[in-house]
């Protein structure tokens, strides 16, 4: 066990939350150990659980960080691209799938039954719809909430691809990046009478 740190409640989660990233990066949901988890962090188990009462208690702590760090390198701004903001935002999920794929698996298989973790996975997706609908071109409010519908939809299409292809990746990640992307734009083409992506092929 490394040497204990004093450290302040607040670094002291944050540190333990990235003890926890590496393992449930590197190991199945199953196999993560508190007791490994406090091990790597220095502290002892009894510590660990003040701050995280269960082990479902620090995956969620650790998603909803994820989350956050996701939803903040997806920038929507209504002066650029749309294309390229959706390529953005897709390469920065897809390329934490890629890294994570058994915090992704855990998340979506294992602990697909808990409320805590969909909770926090169906919050971003809504953040993310919104910023959608944000830079998408004027509409009634009929039309708006057609697209968003649309919206919600898609985000879960993503979701559900980007999973199976965790599970059996048959394409490359740029390919799967362009299929979602060709996916929004074809389904919200027809509700819009400006095209919002003129340069992308139909």
């Known amino acids: 066990m490394p040497p204990r740190q004093r450290l302040s409640p607040a670094d002291r989660r944050s540190q ?28 002892s188990r009894a510590l660990l659980y003040r701050h ?3 082990k479902r208690d620090l995956f969620a702590a650790l998603y909803q ?15 650029d691209s749309l294309v390229e903001q959706l390529t953005e935002g897709l390469d920065a999920h897809i390329e934490y799938f890629a890294e994570n794929r058994n915090t992704v698996l855990a998340a979506n298989r294992v602990l697909a039954g ?3 973790v ?12 919104e910023r959608l609908l944000g830079v998408l071109p004027p509409t009634d409010g009929r039309t708006r909430e057609a697209v968003s519908g649309v919206l919600k939809s898609w985000l879960v299409f993503v979701q559900v691809l980007c999973v199976d292809w965790l599970i059996k990746p048959n394409c490359t990640r740029v390919e799967l990046r362009d299929v979602c992307i060709g996916a929004v734009l074809g ?16």
């Open 16 to 43: 333990l939350l990235a003890v926890a990233a590496q393992f449930f990066a590197a190991h199945a949901y199953d196999e993560v150990l508190m007791e490994d988890v406090a091990e790597r962090a220095g502290v």
């Open 52 to 54: 995280f009462p269960s």
């Open 65 to 79: 960080q994820v989350a956050e760090q996701l939803l903040a390198k997806t920038r929507f701004d209504p002066a």
């Open 114 to 116: 808990d409320r805590l």
């Open 118 to 129: 969909q909770t926090i996975m169906a919050d971003e997706l809504d953040a993310l719809r």
């Open 187 to 202: 389904a919200i083409r027809p509700l819009l009478d400006q095209d919002p992506a003129p340069d992308w092929p139909r």
